[in-house]
């Protein structure tokens, strides 16, 4: 039953499924309906559902969300798209002052059945204003839930099951994984949505990442072994919460981690997982964690400059070999 | 106006839509990279409206600012340098084409999250009205953007305080793939302004000289301290949104009609790569240059071979922009840390 599609192709068929099976199913965002989504996730869905079902929007983030939010709170189910999570700075308040709070602030009444799905990350050339990650910025959100999918296969499973579920959920795409392709098996059981993956078994040291930064660790990995250093990959697959079992488990097996994010280091998504699982595995840990993050600076412009900002694979490879064999080059 | 003057504005339009053009050939290359949204089509309001400003006045713009850079004077070489990335580029290759600024000549930035440009207008109009001086400030922005709060934010206290800000609405007809009454309840976006008691209205945005007019007697009211004003301008972009869209969401008879208006814009396939070619710009008919050119030709404005040789001094300036970009060297990564910590100064953190 497996078959190989682009990442759009599984987020496009989790809605199509979903909007099959749930008439409280709808999709709002911009150039979502007769456009077919700027990366072609609703495609198809405008002609096979209508637009009470599959709505274009104007450009309006901040009362678009919050419509999401009403709409949940009187029985829906909506999906709403964010162009790019650049643009969901506008819809902070609807995300963060009403669809995380409305359940705690009513003493439980509400379930808050939305998803805002939008793609992150550094791209080709997008510059400042368009090359944000900010994962960060949901995390410390209480009330919110965060999906990070890095394949075709978590990408159906996690948008499901977000649509599926009561509590309000964040999925973040990549805008470089929309056209990588994997393969997907509709017919398969999905684990929990925040459950993390070990994509890689290895003893030597824990790799944790997410997303893009997934893909690249895995190659990094792949020429690590050749040299003979064995590295295990995790895949968080959910930044909020996060597997904590599954990161400790490994770090006590290979004494070592290093986390490789995309964004900033500062204040970051690695920041937590270093300093939770510098609690938990102290006395597990033979060198200190260490993180591998992008520059302290916005993406700028310029190709080159843009490549040296974030980490590549044979950052990677030379990171995990400075900590394995103190500072030696690859 | 003045014969230097309407020559000048020709120059500017031509200008735009051979350096467009020549942009569009350079990103298929690979010289130019990310998003990339193009003028031709709307050459008219650029051009009219930063025509009838004065160099004190302020611009602020969005992504689709090439023009309304250049015709302010930024040079073509600098434009083009940074749509290449290059540290010869207005922005030092950190901005690229949604990004240009020119503090020196009140370029206030091409912004790139739609509806940013009406707060930073009030902002440098509240500047201006604090301090009594006589400039205003021209604030650019398409149809779509009329929808984003800021929009009617802006408006309200641009109103209520007075501020000397000219709001102009590029109004193409298009949010990328989303036409314009499935977008707006209200499609004439110059009518939007009285819920907020500004003057408005609108003209049409081929007609180069109508835009320059309107945009006179506009700002001649702002500099009488009234307030606020709106102009909306109907256009047409003959391209997709950016280089990263077919336009296929536009039915083909749209196009078609549009560019009887515009011949110049039959040669301009919608998918790449297409560039009018110099024999098709020549039987151009009646889009907002050709107008342009008759008009000027029956008033007798354009004697002997004028249009040709501003049309070879444009090619020109354009061949040298592309050699100006391409000679420029590439921003270190220095650049990039001196761009970020401009405002330090001297002090030094730990
Ligand atoms: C806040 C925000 N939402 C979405 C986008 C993506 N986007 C870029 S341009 C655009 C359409 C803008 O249309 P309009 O204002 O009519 O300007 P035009 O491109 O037609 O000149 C959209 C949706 C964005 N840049 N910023
Ligand atoms: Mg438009």
Redesign the pocket.
Known sequence: MTEEVFYWQALNRALDAELAADDAVFVLG??VGLYGGSYRVTEGLYAKYGEWRVRDTP?S?GSFTGLGVGAALAGMRPVVEI??I??SL?ALDAIVNMAAKVPFMSGGQFPMPLVVRMPGGVAKQLAAQ?SQRLEQMYMNVPGLRLAVPSTPQDAWWQLRQAIRSDEPIVLLEHELLYFSKGPLDVTAGAPPMHRAAVRRKGADLTLVAWSRMVDLSLRAAGRLAEQGIEVEVIDLRSLRPIDWDTCAESVQRTHNLLVVEEDSGFAGAGAEVVATLGERCFFDLDAPPRRLAAEELPIPYNRNLEAACIPTVSGIVQTVKEMLEGGENP | MDQETRLQMLHDMLLARAFEERAAEEYTKGNIGGFL?LYPGEEAVAVGVLHAAEPSDYVVS???EHVHAMVRGMPPGVVMAELFGKRDGCSRGMGGSMHLFDRERRFMGGY????ETYPVAIGIGYAIAMRKLPEAVICF??????N?GTFHESLNMAALWKLPVLFVC???H???GTEIHRHSAVTEVYRRACAHRIPARKADGMDVFEVHQATRMALDQIRQDTGPYLLEFETY?FRG?SMADPGTYRPKVEVQAKEKEDPVAVAIAETLPGYPTAEQIAAAGTDSITRMTDTMNAGGHLPGDTLQRIEAQVAQEVEEAVAFAQASPEPTMEDARAALDCNRGMEVLI
């Open positions: 911009e150039d450009i983030e162009m790019t650049n643009f506008l368009h | 949204h969005t992504y689709r790139a999250i739609v509806g922005f398409g149809d779509g953007a009329v984003q590029e109004n193409n298009y949010q990328i972009r949104h």
